[in-house]
């Protein structure tokens, strides 16, 4: 009897140390998870830190201004494009009839559109 009890002190002891070696197996796993997470954290914060770092360049005003002037050739308007107020035509005032056979060539051209088109209607 004696022998079997001490038998079975030996037998809980060792699936004790068993069970506390996996536990801490896992924590060593856990812990090294944890570190590799930390890690990856850092680099992508470092990438976004490179990443503003760009988008500020690439959002600076003068260096838009100078793309801008380099591929769209961009000018200033000409004076003649610029009428004011009084020279714009009044909805339903007779339009001029003078060089009506020749296309328009000025550079501000008003076009006239049928009244249907624009929501109006006859009641």
Request: glycine share 6%.
């Amino acid at each position: 009897m004696r022998r079997f009890v001490i038998f079975c002190w030996i037998l809980a002891g060792s699936v004790t140390a068993l069970t506390l070696f996996q536990i801490k197996q896992e924590v060593l796993e856990l812990e090294h998870g944890i570190k590799q997470v930390h890690s990856d954290i850092l680099r992508d914060q470092e990438a976004i830190h490179v990443l503003e770092a760009e988008w500020s360049y690439l959002n600076h005003p003068a260096r838009i201004a100078a793309l801008a002037e380099h591929h769209l050739q961009l000018a200033p308007i000409p004076a003649e494009r610029i009428i004011g107020f009084a020279d714009l035509p009044f909805p339903g005032e007779p339009q001029e009839e003078e060089g009506k056979d020749e296309p328009a060539t000025g550079p501000a051209t008003l076009v006239t559109a049928p009244a249907a088109t624009l929501g109006a209607t006859n009641r």
